[in-house]
């Protein structure tokens, strides 16, 4: 029988667990597993470690970048906040995201959710020192001891800085090294480099109309025992667009999927060899509408392949 108020069982449970969410205040105390098991967000593991991760995480990259004035940094601290409250975890950054490291180091602070989250940034520098550097100010602009990943960006000057990022491993200053990028004109470079060379997670660019990462990069990574972190999953906002009026599939409720983010970052997440994908988030109501993507059921291989060729036939 429908419900008197239009929604589905599983839309409904979402809601009444939304507004069951505590006071951020509360939630300091509880510990992160026991929130994220609360919230139900599927989680995979870190193949280096076994450590679990919620599989959405949460990218800074434009939207971080130069937000200086209150009234820019509220819409950003609630965002923050609801994600953690919710038992999300990772969020990415960079030094070359304008002030993002600066904003993200700020609101951690302020909001004492640094034990909660994992830290994910970059280094992109050329040289040894210059890397040094570059890193030391990561870890000063995000106010933190330790960070959790530091990824060399974009391949560049790879051996000089990844050979500095295990020193810092091995001395407890990060837990995990990296590798990113988000061209296609590094797969092969960056092919050679994963077969090269041993590290804990690989940042690859795939959504459901840019797939070629899953074609050789997605597999290695899991033969290599390599976490995938996957960067620009609606292609900038690219996938919204070719959506636009058109409405959801009645098959995506399927995969308890209900609105096109979902859909998308379904899609992505639902690849074995990934471990958690990164949206762009500065809006607390895409974080509600982005999670629900790390809850109930995820497409199986067919509908995968229906999903495909739904996106490809626009
Ligand atoms: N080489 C690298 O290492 C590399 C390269 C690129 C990106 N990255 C990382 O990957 C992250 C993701 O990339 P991205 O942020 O550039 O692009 P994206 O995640 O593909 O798209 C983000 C945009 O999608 C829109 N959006 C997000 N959630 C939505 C929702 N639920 N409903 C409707 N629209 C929604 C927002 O647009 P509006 O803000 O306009 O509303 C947002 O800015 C970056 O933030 C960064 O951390 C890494």
Redesign the pocket.
């Known amino acids: 029988m429908p419900r008197p108020d239009g929604l589905t069982p599983a839309r409904a449970a979402r809601r009444d667990f939304l507004r069951r969410l505590p006071a951020l205040g509360a939630l300091a105390t509880l510990p992160t597993r026991a929130l994220a098991e609360e919230a139900r967000l599927l989680t995979r593991r870190v193949p280096s470690s076994g450590e679990a991760l919620p599989i959405v995480g949460l990218?800074?990259?434009?939207?971080y970048d130069d937000a200086t004035r209150p009234e820019e940094l509220a819409p950003l601290r609630a965002t923050l906040e609801r994600f953690a409250a919710q038992g999300a975890r990772l969020v990415?950054?960079?030094p070359s995201?304008g002030h993002a490291e600066a904003v993200v180091g700020q609101l951690v602070a302020e909001t004492r959710l640094r034990e909660r989250l994992f830290l994910a940034t970059?280094v992109g520098a050329s040289g040894r020192e210059a890397g040094l550097a570059q890193i030391e100010d990561s870890f000063r602009r995000l106010r933190t001891a330790s960070l959790d990943l530091i990824?060399v960006?974009?391949l560049r000057d790879t051996a000089t800085q990844l050979a500095t990022l295990r020193e810092l491993k091995a001395a407890g200053r990060i837990r995990y090294t990296g590798l990113?990028?988000?061209f296609d004109r590094q797969y092969a470079d960056f092919e050679t480099t994963m077969k090269r060379e041993q590290v804990d997670f690989v940042?690859v660019?795939y959504?459901l109309d840019n797939r070629d990462a899953g074609e050789r990069l997605l597999p290695l990574a899991r033969d290599r025992g390599m976490a995938v972190m996957v960067?620009?999953?609606?292609?900038?906002?690219r996938l919204?667009s070719a959506v636009q009026g058109r409405a959801l599939p009645a098959w995506a409720g399927d995969f308890d999927c209900h609105?096109?983010?979902q859909f998308f970052l379904k899609y992505i997440v639902s690849h074995e060899a990934v471990t958690v994908v990164?949206?762009?988030?500065?809006?607390a109501?895409?974080v509600d509408?982005?999670l629900g993507a790390a809850r109930g059921r995820l497409p199986d291989a067919a509908t995968r392949r229906r999903m495909e060729a739904f996106i490809d036939a626009l």
């Open positions: 990218g800074t990259a434009r939207r990415d950054t960079a995201y970059k990824s960006h974009n990113t990028t988000s940042q660019d959504a960067n620009l999953p609606f292609g900038r906002g919204f609105s096109w983010a990164i949206p762009g988030m500065a809006k109501g895409y509408d982005n």
